[in-house]
Structure formats: C-alpha cells, structure tokens
C-alpha cells in the first residue's frame, strides 16, 4: 500500500508564496504520475499540477505563471511551490499518485488559506 505524506501548506496573505511537499513510500510499483490537486469549500476536487516521470507538467489554467511543481525521483518526493498565492487559492491540497499498475493513491491533503 503506497502511503503519501503531505507537509507545508498554512496560512499566508494574497500575494505570498508557501511550498508544499509530498513523500511517496511503501509502493512496490513504479509511479508514473505525481501531482496535487485542490477542493475548496463546497467545489468539486480540482487539479493543480502533474508531473511525469520525465518531468513533464501540466497546470490548471489558474496556476500557471504562479505555480511550479518539480519531482525528486530517487526519492519519489513531489514539491510545489505557490507564488502570487490569491484568495481564491484557499483550499485543502491533495497530493497524488498513479502506479505502474493503474491504482491511483492519495495523501491526507494539507490546508492553504491565503487571506484578503
């Protein structure tokens, strides 16, 4: 069973950056995919960021231009890094991943709250 650990996220005023972390352990698969995805009060869960393998990414639309994520390999570790963070940002993030064997897993998610 992949066990993903999620650490960072807080509190911090429109226009600060924060970083959030996500360690993968206990996977007798390869990860492919690695990735963060966010669900704000009363909205459906919505992706943020994915990274493959060979460090392609993908962004939500509403990220990009703020929003960085970058992957350690060795270490199965995910990072991302929040800039320019907007009201709007406020959610709880949900690290994820997808195995070599199709399964999908999920962190516990980290709470972000950016204030006016």
């Known amino acids: 069973q992949v066990q993903l650990v999620e650490s960072g996220g807080g509190l911090v005023q429109a226009g600060g950056s924060l970083g959030l972390s996500c360690a993968a352990s206990?996977?007798?698969?390869?990860?492919?995919?690695m990735g963060w995805y966010r669900q704000a009060p009363g909205k459906v869960r919505e992706l943020v960021a994915t990274i493959t393998r060979g460090a392609q990414t993908n962004y939500a639309d509403s990220v990009k231009g703020r929003f960085t994520t970058s992957r350690d390999l060795p270490k199965n570790i995910v990072y991302l890094q929040m800039n320019g963070l907007k009201p709007e940002d406020t959610a709880v993030y949900y690290c994820?991943?997808?195995?070599?064997?199709?399964?999908?897993?999920w962190g516990q998610g980290t709470q972000v709250t950016v204030s006016s």
């Open positions: 994820n991943a997808v195995g070599d064997n199709g399964a999908t897993y």
């Open positions: 206990g996977s007798r698969f390869r990860i492919n995919i």
